[in-house]
């Protein structure tokens, strides 16, 4: 959500901008713009609309800078138009500021502000911080002492980068609520939100915490909280690469992600399955399995996608290691006083690691004394550091705001944890090898999936100019429907909605008619006799029907319009392989209507605000 790139250095910042802000264009692509020192006068240019646009405008400009910092935005406050792109200055355009976050009192500061007879431009909370600056700067202070006093008067979240035409060998950044790196190369400095803009040039970073500011000169940089103490960082080598964060010939990063999928659920589970003992192998979260195993209750906690792999994983915890499982929204659990202590193990599972609400769910959960896990994918993230233990999901980076195989890479995981912790308690040794089995044989099933590409393809157009659409299923394969009908909404913007199959005649079935299409998801279960039924009674309605069913499946067909043929797996793995057809139907269909599906309307790829 919302951008930051910065530079100081000895070569021309400008390119580096521009290249670190396509790379954060997932995260925020509504305006973008850069600030740069000029023989140390500032020049800020700002756009609305992609970056691809500011690039066009400032290349004709043959700029050259050591030093600037850029953003792409998402707008929370006023409307995505130039004025209130980022950076913004104060009056006298001496000083200049990027902000990702939210100030939550910017209309208390504003008005005092504005009774000190500072004029603001924008409709921004941002704007606030840049005047609130400089008026400590106009009472005497240094540049880094201006912002961490600004800062100390400050509610909200923030990730900032300033820089100051009266200092300009340096750039000061800080950060609360919202990540901020600081990248090591050879006397150049980088400062981003998210390493993959800065990839290009180094894999030396430092990991800002939340209240700490810093110092960032072309040859060091130094640390200190917002309380003036020094602090010293851990430098961290970053192993992720600039391939895996391109688009490598694949018209989407979505597709991309999608055809990954066998792939990086390998990697969420290599050197983790062991066979013979039928168990699985976590070193995150070795020395507290002990602990989690014998946990009262586990609750866990996600927003989104994550949330629906939590629903996945709720069913695995209980059918397997028999603890009470509850899955809760992060933004629910961290404001309804929740009844945890001690006795409970917390998950919280994000593939961005910096969701706020899943965050503050954290926070919420350590305070009350919960064992509290990390599940994410992104290494160094907040929440992975900030919890007590946890295991990553080594998707790779995802980039399409869609999640796709970053949901795949966390059901793999929780069924890891699953073995895990339930052959430490009543899963016998022959039922813990034959999950761990079935796991390994998951990658090349996926492999079969995809090779139906074109057919979903062809269903897709069959359906794309639908306006709503049902998503169905039972057990495991419930919080598939639920994944499935959120895919199709946020990239198509076509009304979807997921529900337990027999649910359905208590409500929605009152929807259907012809022009409803309803997916089912259908594999051969214990539950299929129930579907079929459920099947029978929307085609009664003259209810269209795709079925993801099994491919040892005949007798489906003749029921429905559509099947999309999956391989068989044991339930609990289900959903990884039934959850792909409807992944490659809705990117399909929003392709189709010519819809941007990396980008869709609204969104942001890691919602760092409440
Ligand atoms: C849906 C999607 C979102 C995220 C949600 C949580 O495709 O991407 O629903 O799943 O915002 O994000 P993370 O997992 O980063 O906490």
Same mark, same amino acid.
């Given at each position: 959500m919302c951008g930051i790139v910065g530079y100081i250095g000895e070569n021309n910042c400008v390119p580096v901008l521009i290249n670190g802000l396509k790379r954060l264009e997932y995260r925020g692509y509504d305006s973008a713009g850069i600030g740069i020192l000029i023989d140390n006068h500032p020049l800020v240019i700002k756009n609305k609309g992609k970056v691809s646009e500011l690039q066009s405008k400032i290349e004709k400009l043959k700029l050259s800078s050591p030093i600037g910092i850029g953003h792409t935005r998402w707008a929370t406050h006023g409307e995505p138009n130039e004025i209130n792109a980022h950076p913004h200055c104060n009056g006298d355009k001496s000083l200049f500021l990027i902000h990702n976050g939210i100030i939550e009192n910017f209309e208390t500061l504003k008005k005092g502000l504005q009774q000190l007879g500072y004029t603001f431009l924008s409709e921004t909370d941002s704007e606030v911080l840049v005047h609130l600056i400089d008026s400590f700067l106009k009472r005497g202070n240094n540049l880094f002492k201006s912002v961490r006093m600004a800062l100390t008067?400050?509610?909200? #979240?923030?990730?900032?980068?300033?820089?100051?035409?009266?200092?300009?060998?340096?750039?000061?950044?800080?950060?609360?609520?919202?990540? &901020?790196?600081?990248?090591?190369?050879?006397?150049?400095?980088?400062?981003?939100?998210?390493?993959?803009? =800065?990839?290009?040039?180094?894999?030396? +970073?430092?990991?800002?915490?939340?209240?700490?500011?810093?110092?960032?000169?072309?040859?060091?940089?130094?640390?200190?909280?917002?309380?003036?103490?020094? /602090?010293?960082?851990?430098?961290?080598?970053?192993?992720?690469?600039?391939?895996?964060?391109?688009?490598?010939?694949?018209?989407?990063? %979505?597709?991309?992600?999608? $055809?990954?999928?066998?792939?990086?659920?390998?990697?969420? %589970?290599?050197?983790?399955? &062991?066979?013979?003992?039928?168990?699985a192998k976590l070193g995150g979260l070795e020395l507290v399995a002990d602990r989690l195993a014998n946990s009262k209750r586990i609750i866990i906690?996600?927003?989104?996608?994550?949330?629906?792999?939590?629903?996945?994983?709720?069913?695995?915890?209980?059918?397997?290691?028999? $603890?009470?499982?509850?899955?809760?929204?992060?933004?629910?659990?961290?404001?309804?006083?929740?009844?945890?202590?001690? @006795?409970?193990?917390?998950?919280?599972?994000?593939?961005?690691?910096? #969701?706020?609400?899943?965050?503050?769910?954290?926070?919420?959960?350590?305070?009350?004394?919960?064992?509290?896990?990390?599940?994410?994918?992104?290494?160094?993230?907040?929440?992975?550091?900030?919890?007590?233990?946890?295991?990553? /999901?080594?998707?790779g980076p995802e980039i399409g705001v869609a999640s796709t195989k970053a949901f795949t890479s966390q059901l793999v995981v929780l069924a890891l944890i699953t073995l895990l912790i339930a052959r430490k308690k009543t899963m016998s040794l022959?039922?813990?090898?034959? =999950?761990?089995? @079935?796991?390994?044989? =998951?990658?090349?099933?996926?492999?079969?999936?995809?090779?139906?590409?074109?057919?979903? @393809?062809?269903?897709?157009?069959?359906?794309?100019?639908?306006?709503?659409?049902?998503?169905l299923g039972r057990g495991y394969n419930?919080?598939?429907? &639920?994944?499935?009908?959120?895919?199709?909404?946020? =990239?198509?913007?076509?009304?979807?909605e997921g529900y337990p199959a027999a649910e359905m005649k208590h409500g929605p079935i009152a929807l259907i008619d012809k022009n409803m299409p309803a997916i089912f998801i259908a594999p051969k279960d214990s539950t299929y006799d129930k579907? /079929?039924?459920?099947?029978?009674?929307?085609?009664?309605?003259?209810?269209?029907?795709?079925?993801?069913?099994?491919?040892?499946?005949?007798?489906?067909?003749?029921?429905?319009?559509?099947? /999309?043929?999956?391989?068989?797996?044991?339930? %609990?793995? %289900?959903?990884?392989?039934?959850?792909?057809?409807?992944? &490659?139907?809705?990117?399909?269909?929003? +392709?189709?209507?010519?819809?941007?599906?990396?980008?869709?309307r609204n969104l942001a790829k890691s919602v760092t605000v409440e």
């Open positions: 008067e400050v509610e909200g #979240t923030y990730g900032i980068a300033v820089v100051y035409e009266g200092e300009p060998d340096k750039i000061v950044a800080a950060r609360k609520g919202s990540p &901020l790196v600081i990248g090591i190369g050879d006397n150049e400095h980088f400062i981003a939100s998210d390493v993959s803009a =800065i990839i290009a040039h180094t894999s030396q +970073v430092v990991y800002l915490d939340d209240g700490e500011l810093v110092e960032v000169y072309k040859d060091h940089f130094c640390a200190k909280t917002i309380a003036d103490a020094d /602090i010293e960082k851990e430098v961290f080598e970053i192993t992720t690469t600039l391939e895996e964060i391109d688009r490598g010939g694949y018209p989407h990063f %979505m597709l991309k992600e999608i $055809i990954e999928q066998p792939e990086s659920v390998f990697n969420s %589970m290599r050197g983790r399955i &062991l066979l013979e003992q039928g168990t906690s996600a927003c989104g996608t994550s949330w629906h792999a939590a629903l996945v994983g709720e069913y695995m915890f209980e059918q397997f290691a028999r $603890i009470p499982t509850e899955v809760e929204y992060a933004s629910e659990f961290r404001y309804r006083n929740p009844i945890v202590g001690s @006795e409970d193990a917390i998950f919280f599972i994000s593939q961005s690691g910096e #969701t706020a609400d899943t965050l503050a769910a954290l926070k919420e959960a350590k305070n009350r004394g919960a064992l509290s896990l990390g599940i994410c994918n992104v290494v160094g993230s907040t929440i992975a550091r900030e919890s007590q233990a946890g295991v990553y /999901i080594h998707a022959v039922d813990g090898k034959n =999950i761990a089995l @079935e796991l390994e044989k =998951i990658p090349e099933k996926i492999k079969q999936i995809l090779k139906l590409n074109e057919h979903i @393809e062809n269903i897709a157009e069959e359906f794309k100019n639908a306006t709503n659409f049902l998503y419930f919080p598939v429907a &639920l994944e499935g009908a959120l895919k199709l909404k946020e =990239i198509s913007y076509i009304h979807a579907i /079929i039924s459920n099947i029978q009674e929307v085609k009664a309605r003259k209810g269209r029907i795709i079925a993801v069913a099994s491919e040892s499946d005949d007798t489906i067909d003749k029921l429905v319009d559509y099947t /999309i043929k999956i391989p068989d797996t044991i339930r %609990m793995l %289900m959903p990884i392989l039934s959850v792909i057809p409807l992944q &490659l139907l809705a990117y399909h269909i929003a +392709v189709k209507k010519g819809l941007n599906v990396d980008q869709p």
